[in-house]
């Protein structure tokens, strides 16, 4: 059914798959000379994602982004900083530092290796197994953990992308630390481009699923890093890596190192 605050009437940014070709009400607003960016703020409450502007709201909806907020306190957000800072941070790209918990991955050539991975880092194994509670996340067993930390002085960012779907499963989990931010999802076609931005409260985790994790990019834009902010992703497994796949020995493999949580950063 159409929302009642809709006004644009054959409004559908959602189409093929997430994103629509057609002009939002017949009409293009240029940004950059030229480039269409249609702006849109994610509202939980509702699962839609909406826009105000000139006194017309217009909407649509955005499956595909679960956000459970307070998921940690503050004082398990201070063991956590505190065990991940006991370990070295290695520079990563656009102002980013990086631990990464997981095996060797070579995404062009499709080729996964042990490596020297160890497993999950044992305090996650408690946040875990609190994701559980969720319906959404129950059967997410995750096989890697990326902790990234970003900071305003270095201008870290991370630029619009969608992740690797041959390892990688269906659910990408995130759990946000020290500071809120905003996770940009984007859908560009052409001289047009949906923007859908979602707040990430601190202390919060975030999964994006279906249309939102296979169709639209996602991003953290340098504007939206204030302070020090510190995310954990853990990600799953996908079908060729779990029984009856082409990979399923590999996939139990790693399946069983990374839920001893005895691991330490490769």
């Given at each position: 059914?159409?929302?009642?605050?809709?006004?644009a009437e054959g409004?559908?940014?959602?189409?093929?798959?997430?994103?629509?070709?057609k002009?939002?009400n017949?009409?293009?607003?240029?940004?950059?000379?030229?480039h269409?960016?249609l702006?849109?703020?994610?509202?939980p409450?509702?699962?839609?994602?909406?826009?105000?502007?000139?006194?017309?709201?217009?909407?649509?909806?955005?499956p595909?982004?679960?956000?459970w907020?307070?998921f940690?306190s503050?004082?398990?957000?201070?063991?956590l900083?505190?065990?991940m800072?006991?370990?070295?941070?290695?520079?990563?790209?656009?102002?980013?530092?990086?631990?990464?918990f997981?095996?060797?991955?070579?995404?062009?050539?499709?080729?996964?290796?042990?490596?020297?991975?160890?497993g999950?880092?044992?305090?996650?194994r408690k946040?875990?197994?609190?994701?559980?509670q969720?319906?959404?996340?129950?059967?997410?067993?995750?096989?890697e953990?990326?902790?990234?930390?970003?900071?305003?002085?270095?201008g870290?960012?991370i630029?619009?992308?969608l992740?690797?779907?041959?390892?990688?499963?269906?659910?990408?989990v995130?759990?946000?630390l020290?500071?809120?931010?905003?996770?940009?999802?984007s859908?560009?076609?052409?001289?047009?481009?949906?923007?859908?931005?979602?707040s990430?409260?601190?202390?919060?985790?975030?999964?994006l699923?279906?249309q939102?994790?296979?169709?639209w990019?996602?991003?953290?834009?340098?504007?939206?890093i204030r302070?020090?902010?510190v995310?954990?992703?853990?990600?799953?497994?996908?079908?060729?890596?779990?029984?009856?796949?082409?990979?399923?020995a590999?996939?139990?493999?790693?399946?069983?190192?990374?839920?001893?949580?005895q691991?330490?950063?490769v």
């Open positions: 059914m159409p929302h009642p605050d809709r006004k409004f559908s940014p959602f189409r093929r798959a997430g994103c629509s070709a002009d939002l017949g009409k293009r607003r240029a940004e950059d000379e030229g269409s960016v702006h849109f703020k994610y509202e409450s509702s699962g839609l994602a909406v826009r105000n502007e000139g006194g017309v709201h217009e909407s649509f909806p955005f595909g982004v679960l956000l907020e307070n940690i503050e004082e398990e957000e201070r063991d900083i505190n065990s800072d006991q370990d070295a941070w290695k520079e990563s790209q656009s102002g980013r530092k990086k631990q990464d997981g095996p060797k991955v070579n995404f062009k050539k499709q080729r996964v290796h042990v490596g020297t991975f160890s999950l880092p044992a305090v996650s946040i875990v197994l609190r994701m559980s969720e319906p959404l996340l129950q059967g997410f067993h995750p096989v953990q990326c902790n990234l930390d970003y900071s305003p002085q270095r870290s960012a630029d619009p992308h992740d690797d779907s041959w390892l990688w499963g269906e659910r990408l995130t759990v946000n020290l500071s809120d931010t905003v996770v940009t999802m859908c560009d076609e052409g001289q047009r481009e949906v923007r859908v931005c979602v990430f409260p601190r202390r919060s985790l975030l999964v699923h279906g939102a994790r296979h169709t990019k996602h991003a953290i834009h340098r504007q939206d302070q020090r902010r995310c954990s992703t853990f990600r799953e497994l996908s079908p060729a890596f779990l029984p009856e796949g082409a990979y399923e590999l996939g139990s493999q790693l399946l069983d190192m990374a839920l001893a949580f691991g330490s950063p």
